[in-house]
């Protein structure tokens, strides 16, 4: 059985997205700037705006968010793909509240594997949901900016939207 995607633009001058939904949730977000988003926006003949519930939601909340006035996300998702540690650790990403930050190291503990701090980092940079499945939350050791598949700039300033300074 085929699963529809639906595809959207979303037009923020500091933050332009390609949002991308199943039936079931939002299933992807890239940055613009990112390297996916080419590849991303490629695998779709029509990347054409689509109309999709869930794209529509997330486009009202995304736009919350961005004025500062929205710490959790209420749109469905619909993880696709990922293996089942990395679905762990995008799960455990889920659990940091908006405004604070959490280690590689202190995610690879909470989920009782404290030695698998790369292991975590690799997961993050597979994250198929930032914003959502909240990767930008996540540092290295030592209170320092760690990496981001967008660039640290844009980590930096999703952390400084939701009031945290690295």
């Known amino acids: 059985m085929n699963t529809s995607i639906h595809v959207a633009a979303y037009h923020n001058p500091a933050f332009p997205l390609l949002l991308a939904c199943t039936d079931h949730g939002i299933c ?3 940055f613009a700037v990112s390297q996916r988003f080419d590849v991303f926006k490629q695998q779709f003949d029509s ?3 689509q109309t999709c519930p869930y794209l529509k939601q997330l486009e009202r909340e995304l736009d919350s968010y961005f004025q500062g006035a929205l710490s959790a996300f209420k749109t469905p998702i619909d993880i696709i793909a990922g293996t089942s540690f990395q679905r762990s650790v995008w799960q455990a990403l889920r659990t940091i509240p908006c405004g604070e930050v959490r280690t590689y190291g202190q995610i690879a503990g909470q989920m009782g594997n404290p030695g698998a701090a790369r292991a975590v980092g690799s997961a993050n940079g597979a994250n198929p949901l930032p914003i ?4 930008h939350r996540v540092i290295a050791a030592g209170n320092r900016i760690g990496g981001f598949g967008a660039g640290v700039d844009i980590k930096r300033a ?3 939207l939701e009031g945290v300074n690295i």
């Open 28 to 30: 992807n977000i890239t």
């Open 47 to 49: 990347p054409a705006e």
């Open 132 to 135: 959502l499945i909240p990767c």
């Open 158 to 160: 999703l952390l400084q």
